[in-house]
């Protein structure tokens, strides 16, 4: 078992910055890749980003590459989700998941979640 936590969301201006972490324990050796997604409110999740947590190899949605950087600390075992130059379209729940195995995007793992709230 994998336990993720997200911390780090609050209210901010368009154009600000905020950074996510999301804090794993349990079996964190068993873990391949760690995404992170979002929901607006009415809209389905969406896949934001991704790290492999051995090569650190990322992948970004169309949506926030260039603004949006994840990154992890393989010591800390926490992933972070820096995101720069907010919009009010990325006001959303954001979540973080884990899978495992030989597995990348197969996400066994999930957070509860942290809101972010971009006003204009």
């Known amino acids: 078992q994998v336990q993720l936590a997200e911390s780090g969301g609050g209210l901010v201006q368009a154009g600000a910055s905020l950074r996510l972490s999301c804090a794993a324990s349990g079996r964190t050796f068993s873990m391949n890749s760690i995404g992170w997604f979002r929901q607006a409110p009415g809209k389905e999740r969406d896949f934001v980003a991704r790290?492999?947590?051995?090569?650190?190899?990322?992948y970004y949605a169309s949506s926030v590459k260039g603004r949006f950087t994840v990154s992890r600390d393989n010591v800390k075992n926490t992933i972070y989700l820096q995101m720069n130059n907010l919009k009010p379209e990325d006001t959303a729940v954001y979540y973080c998941a884990a899978s495992e195995g030989t597995s990348m995007t197969n996400y066994r793992y999930w957070g509860q979640g942290t809101q972010g709230t971009v006003a204009s």
């Open positions: 790290i492999t947590w051995i090569g650190g190899s990322t």
